[in-house]
């Protein structure tokens, strides 16, 4: 038996991945000695689960922290608080997994595909360089980079002696999910990974990652700022604004019936596709603010049409509506909001 | 009616020691004034190359031009430095996608629209600097006074764009070009940027060239849209033409490609294949190796651009 496939341990309804309380503020210039220094709160306590087998979108502006949750859970980054835990597994504590052990389970996907490959080796050598690392001997290694290259649509015969500079850039990004599939992940992170590909080319890319999906019962989690690709994979979506989740739910409710009055800007404000019903006036005013000194209360009540004193005051906790849980006095009875939900949970 | 601007086959080709980039290939449009046409295309299809030859942008003697531009019937490609300094700026004025490297970082804001003001129109400086202010206020940058005196690294993203469209509009231009003037920005904020250049083009009647290799975006902002694809227009059509029923094989692929609401679940019809090398002129069709209705005829010649309406033209063998 192939020991380096790692197997289910919790059943289905374990959660693959579930990260609770996670920080990582950054230090930021100034001050002296460390005193009166600036951080950047880029993720703040959040908590969230990625089920087996699901696809889980992750959606915000720059500077929302996305791709800080994306570097935590692989932890690229250490988190400055938090727990995970993989599928059962505490990571890196006394009774749990190591993170080299998370890393092989867990691999990414970057967006950047020529800066994410090695230059000096060859596309061959890139992909059985993990493998072997791994204890795979030589001849099992090539045999990989043939299967590999095979799964994502590279002719091995090819491509497995050129180097990255000798691939187009949809290609590259074909190896650079060949690369994360290597050490046969179960979850995959994928960071803006089609953001840099042509549309054309985008739509390639799509096809095959929802094949392999299916082919090799992978769990992705698809972090991008276009909302469009992210409805068009995702089970899950998740929704950012400076460092904190202000909306998470299944793709039907947090596109048919968005809650959270950040969630519903970042929606409108997506490019009409119909010249006939152009987009009249602007969601939302400003930018988002910077995240070294985000507003005290809720983060997003100095854009927000609906701000009243209590979102000055009180930060609103994820509370569930019944259909997806949302961050906003508006949503949560009896939070002195004037706009309130009254009695139960359900929101209008 | 007198077009405001007319490109007649342009070529451009850029010379470096081991290689020779055919980057535009012989395109041809024309833009009234008050009109918006959208150049849609993908990364290497000469958009930006187009877009840029019209104010002359590329290095001199690296770069080979022919065929012709004409702004409000001057011939751009034979302009002498001083009618090309004039063009730059007062008769045209161009965005760029990146504001923070449009700007210099050593002077305010205030400065460098004054400085445009004064250079273009011989205004003094009190008064190029009232009329700085008025132009931010125009692009509803808030307490503008202030943002006078800031510096471009002050101010964020959509700020800058702002600024940099108040510096284009400085010397009343006849004529805007925008080269992904809302890529680098955030969503919400992408679209009131995308709103005030739509609002500013009806006010002051600007012809308008907008490159985008964003669907939704040159939707948003075109009267008409034109296609590109290595370095030629393979079609050109009004707005809702080009979106109810584009005909180029590529403009279909491109928008059947595009993601957008509702598709959720659906196989997406990708094309095939990448761009080609722009280091060869192409014999036939340049999209041929990657198009599903090629036939023989398609690698003998390059197809002319054919008219299938009153307005709408398409550069494929296919179309009647």
């Given at each position: 038996?192939?020991?380096?496939?790692p197997?289910?341990?919790?059943?289905?309804?374990?959660?693959l991945l579930?990260a609770?309380g996670?920080?990582k503020?950054?230090?930021?210039?100034?001050?002296?000695?460390?005193?009166?220094?600036?951080v950047v709160r880029?993720?703040?306590?959040?908590?969230?689960?990625?089920?087996?087998?699901?696809?889980l979108g992750?959606?915000?502006?720059?500077?929302?922290?996305?791709?800080t949750?994306a570097?935590?859970?692989?932890?690229?980054i250490?988190?400055?608080?938090?727990?995970?835990?993989?599928?059962?597994?505490?990571?890196?504590?006394?009774?749990?997994?190591?993170?080299?052990?998370?890393r092989r389970?867990?691999?990414?996907?970057?967006?950047?595909?020529?800066?994410?490959?090695?230059p000096?080796?060859?596309i061959?050598?890139?992909?059985?360089?993990?493998?072997?690392?791994?204890g795979l001997?030589?001849?099992?290694?090539r045999?990989?980079?043939?299967?590999?290259?095979?799964?994502?649509?590279?002719d091995?015969?090819?491509?497995?002696e050129?180097y990255?500079?000798?691939?187009?850039?949809?290609q590259?990004?074909r190896?650079n999910i060949?690369?994360?599939?290597?050490?046969?992940?179960?979850?995959?992170?994928?960071?803006?990974a089609?953001?840099?590909?042509?549309?054309?080319?985008?739509?390639?890319?799509?096809?095959m990652?929802?094949?392999?999906?299916?082919?090799?019962?992978?769990?992705?989690?698809?972090i991008?700022?276009?909302?469009n690709?992210?409805q068009?994979?995702?089970?899950?979506?998740l929704?950012?604004?400076l460092?904190k989740i202000?909306e998470?739910?299944?793709?039907?409710a947090?596109?048919?019936?968005?809650q959270?009055?950040?969630?519903?800007?970042?929606?409108s404000a997506?490019p009409?596709?119909?010249?006939r019903?152009?987009t009249?006036?602007?969601?939302?005013?400003?930018d988002?603010?910077?995240p070294i000194?985000?507003?005290?209360?809720?983060?997003?009540?100095?854009r927000?049409?609906?701000?009243e004193?209590?979102c000055?005051r009180?930060?609103?906790?994820?509370s569930?509506?019944?259909?997806?849980s949302?961050?906003?006095h508006?949503?949560i009875?009896?939070?002195?909001?004037?706009k309130?939900?009254?009695?139960?949970?359900a929101a209008a | 009616?007198?077009?405001?601007?007319?490109?007649?086959?342009?070529?451009?080709?850029?010379?470096?020691p081991?290689?020779?980039v055919?980057?535009?290939?012989?395109?041809?449009?024309?833009?009234?004034?008050?009109e918006?046409?959208g150049?849609l295309?993908?990364?290497?299809?000469?958009k930006?190359?187009?877009?840029?030859s019209?104010?002359?942008?590329?290095?001199e003697?690296?770069?080979?031009w022919?065929?012709?531009i004409?702004m409000?019937g001057?011939?751009?490609?034979?302009?002498g430095?001083?009618?090309?300094?004039?063009l730059r700026?007062?008769?045209?004025?161009?965005?760029?996608?990146?504001?923070?490297?449009?700007f210099?970082?050593?002077?305010?804001?205030g400065?460098?629209?004054?400085?445009?003001?004064r250079?273009h129109t011989?205004?003094?400086?009190t008064?190029a600097?009232?009329?700085?202010?008025?132009?931010l206020?125009l692009?509803?940058i808030?307490?503008?006074?202030?943002?006078l005196?800031a510096y471009?690294?002050e101010?964020?993203?959509?700020?800058?764009?702002?600024?940099?469209?108040?510096l284009?509009?400085?010397?009343?231009?006849?004529?805007?070009l925008?080269?992904?003037?809302t890529?680098?920005l955030?969503?919400?904020?992408?679209?009131?940027?995308?709103?005030?250049?739509r609002?500013?083009?009806?006010?002051f009647?600007l012809g308008v060239?907008?490159?985008t290799h964003?669907?939704g975006?040159?939707?948003e902002?075109?009267?008409?849209?034109?296609?590109?694809?290595?370095g030629?227009?393979?079609?050109?059509?009004g707005v809702e033409?080009m979106?109810?029923?584009?005909?180029?094989?590529?403009?279909?692929?491109?928008?059947a490609?595009?993601?957008?609401?509702?598709?959720?679940?659906?196989?997406?019809?990708?094309?095939?294949g990448?761009p080609?090398?722009?280091?060869?002129?192409?014999?036939g069709?340049?999209?041929?190796?990657?198009c599903?209705?090629?036939?023989?005829?398609?690698?003998?010649?390059?197809p002319?651009l054919?008219?299938?309406?009153?307005t709408?033209?398409?550069r494929?063998?296919?179309?009647a």
């Amino acid at each position: 038996m192939d020991t380096m496939i790692p197997v289910d341990r919790g059943g289905p309804a374990q959660p693959l991945l579930l990260a609770t309380g996670l920080r990582k503020h950054f230090p930021v210039g100034g001050g002296i000695l460390g005193r009166g220094r600036k951080v950047v709160r880029a993720v703040d306590d959040l908590t969230l689960s990625v089920a087996k087998g699901e696809t889980l979108g992750v959606v915000g502006e720059s500077g929302c922290g996305k791709s800080t949750v994306a570097r935590l859970l692989i932890r690229l980054i250490k988190p400055d608080r938090g727990t995970m835990v993989l599928d059962g597994d505490p990571v890196d504590e006394p009774h749990g997994i190591t993170v080299n052990e998370l890393r092989r389970q867990v691999q990414m996907v970057f967006q950047d595909s020529y800066a994410s490959l090695n230059p000096r080796l060859t596309i061959g050598e890139t992909l059985a360089f993990a493998p072997k690392a791994h204890g795979l001997p030589a001849a099992e290694a090539r045999e990989r980079v043939r299967d590999l290259l095979s799964k994502v649509g590279l002719d091995p015969n090819n491509y497995a002696e050129r180097y990255p500079h000798e691939l187009s850039g949809g290609q590259r990004q074909r190896v650079n999910i060949a690369r994360a599939l290597a050490l046969r992940p179960r979850l995959v992170i994928l960071d803006e990974a089609v953001s840099a590909l042509d549309k054309s080319v985008e739509a390639q890319v799509l096809n095959m990652l929802v094949d392999l999906k299916s082919e090799l019962g992978l769990t992705y989690v698809f972090i991008s700022h276009d909302l469009n690709v992210v409805q068009y994979l995702s089970d899950r979506v998740l929704v950012m604004y400076l460092g904190k989740i202000v909306e998470l739910g299944p793709v039907e409710a947090i596109y048919g019936n968005p809650q959270h009055p950040y969630t519903r800007a970042l929606l409108s404000a997506r490019p009409s596709m119909d010249p006939r019903k152009r987009t009249k006036e602007a969601p939302i005013q400003g930018d988002p603010p910077n995240p070294i000194d985000p507003p005290s209360g809720c983060r997003f009540r100095t854009r927000c049409p609906f701000a009243e004193d209590v979102c000055a005051r009180a930060e609103p906790a994820l509370s569930d509506t019944g259909h997806q849980s949302v961050a906003c006095h508006m949503s949560i009875a009896g939070s002195g909001h004037s706009k309130a939900v009254r009695g139960g949970a359900a929101a209008a | 009616m007198s077009d405001l601007l007319q490109v007649r086959d342009l070529h451009v080709t850029f010379k470096t020691p081991d290689r020779t980039v055919h980057a535009v290939n012989g395109v041809s449009f024309e833009l009234k004034r008050g009109e918006t046409l959208g150049i849609l295309g993908e990364s290497g299809s000469g958009k930006s190359v187009t877009l840029r030859s019209i104010l002359r942008l590329h290095p001199e003697h690296r770069t080979r031009w022919s065929g012709s531009i004409r702004m409000e019937g001057d011939e751009v490609l034979e302009m002498g430095s001083r009618a090309l300094a004039d063009l730059r700026g007062r008769r045209v004025a161009m965005i760029f996608q990146e504001p923070a490297t449009a700007f210099d970082p050593v002077f305010t804001v205030g400065q460098q629209i004054a400085e445009t003001i004064r250079r273009h129109t011989g205004k003094s400086e009190t008064d190029a600097f009232k009329r700085a202010k008025e132009l931010l206020e125009l692009v509803r940058i808030p307490s503008p006074a202030q943002r006078l005196k800031a510096y471009p690294h002050e101010m964020s993203g959509g700020m800058r764009q702002r600024a940099m469209i108040a510096l284009a509009l400085s010397c009343n231009p006849s004529l805007l070009l925008a080269d992904e003037p809302t890529t680098a920005l955030d969503a919400t904020v992408q679209i009131q940027v995308l709103l005030l250049i739509r609002e500013l083009q009806r006010e002051f009647d600007l012809g308008v060239i907008f490159v985008t290799h964003d669907i939704g975006v040159a939707v948003e902002v075109s009267d008409r849209i034109g296609v590109m694809y290595a370095g030629k227009i393979v079609e050109l059509a009004g707005v809702e033409q080009m979106v109810d029923a584009p005909q180029h094989p590529y403009s279909r692929g491109l928008l059947a490609s595009t993601v957008h609401d509702g598709m959720r679940g659906q196989r997406l019809e990708a094309i095939p294949g990448a761009p080609p090398d722009l280091a060869e002129v192409p014999t036939g069709c340049s999209f041929a190796p990657r198009c599903k209705f090629v036939r023989p005829d398609c690698t003998t010649a390059p197809p002319s651009l054919r008219a299938t309406g009153d307005t709408h033209l398409v550069r494929c063998v296919l179309a009647a």
